[in-house]
C-alpha cells in the first residue's frame, strides 16, 4: 500500500479505520468493501438516529448505489421509477 493511501486511511475515524485499511488491502469481503466506501462518500456521517446515512442516499448514478447496505428490507432498484402527478387531476 503506498504512503498516500496510509495517510489518506488516517482521516478515517478511529471506528472505521481498520475496516477501511482492509478494503484497501483487498482482504475485507465486498459487502464490507461497499459498506466502507458507501461510509466515506458520506463522510463517515451519522444520522441523529445513529444510522448511517447511506440507506437514504440519492445518487443514483453511483454504481454502488443499488448494492448500499441500510436499505431496510425492501431494496430500491435502480432503475424503478416513480410517476408523479399533480394533485387533484
Do not use: F, H, N
Amino acid at each position: 500500500m503506498s504512503d498516500q493511501l496510509k495517510q489518506y486511511a488516517e482521516r478515517a475515524p478511529v471506528k472505521y479505520r481498520a475496516a477501511y485499511l482492509r478494503a484497501l488491502r483487498g482482504s475485507l469481503p465486498p459487502r464490507g468493501a461497499i459498506k466502507v466506501k458507501c461510509q466515506e462518500c458520506v463522510c463517515w456521517q451519522r444520522t441523529e438516529g445513529g444510522r448511517d446515512q447511506i440507506g437514504g442516499c440519492e445518487v443514483r448514478s453511483c454504481p454502488l448505489w443499488s448494492l448500499r447496505p441500510y436499505q431496510g428490507r425492501k431494496r430500491a432498484s435502480a432503475t424503478s421509477s416513480v410517476e408523479v402527478t399533480p394533485e387533484g387531476v
